[in-house]
C-alpha cells in the first residue's frame, strides 16, 4: 500500500520561502511521476508542479515558473517543494501526489491515484 506523508508549510509573509516535503512508504514503480498540487479556498484544485522521478523531468504551472522548485531525494523516498518569492495568492492547502505515467497526461489530477494528507500554506501581504 502507498503512502504519502506531507510535512512543512505554515504561515509566512510576501516574499518569504517555504518548502513542502512528501515522505512515500510503499512500493513506487521505476517510471514513477510525482506532482505537487493546490487549492485555495473558494477554487479548484490546480497543478502547481510535477516530476518524472526515474529522469528528473520538471514541469511547473506559469504561476509558479521561476519561484517554485521541485526536486527529489531518491534516497529518502522524498518528493520536496521550494517555494521561494512567496506571494498572498500562493496561499492554499497544498498536496502532493503520485502515480506512475500520471506524468504523461499533464496536471491531470484523476491520473494520480495516490495523495498527501495536505498542509496549509499561507502568505500574508
Known amino acids: 500500500q502507498v503512502q504519502l506523508v506531507q510535512s512543512g508549510g505554515g504561515s509566512v509573509q510576501a516574499g518569504g520561502s517555504l518548502r513542502l516535503s512528501c515522505v512515500v512508504f510503499g512500493y513506487i514503480y521505476s517510471s514513477d511521476c510525482m506532482g505537487w498540487f493546490r487549492q485555495a479556498p473558494g477554487k479548484e484544485r490546480e497543478g502547481v508542479a510535477r516530476?518524472?522521478?526515474?529522469?528528473?523531468?520538471?514541469y511547473y504551472a506559469d504561476s509558479v515558473k521561476g519561484r517554485f522548485t521541485i526536486s527529489q531525494d531518491n534516497a529518502k523516498n522524498t518528493l520536496y517543494l521550494q517555494m521561494n518569492s512567496l506571494k498572498p495568492e500562493d496561499t492554499a492547502m497544498y498536496y502532493c501526489?503520485?502515480?506512475?505515467?500520471?506524468?504523461?497526461?499533464?496536471?491531470?489530477?484523476?491520473?494520480?491515484?495516490?495523495w498527501g494528507q495536505g498542509t496549509q500554506v499561507t502568505v500574508s501581504s
Open positions: 516530476i518524472y522521478t526515474s529522469g528528473g523531468s520538471t
Open positions: 501526489a503520485a502515480d506512475p505515467h500520471a506524468c504523461d497526461y499533464g496536471f491531470i489530477q484523476a491520473a494520480f491515484r495516490f
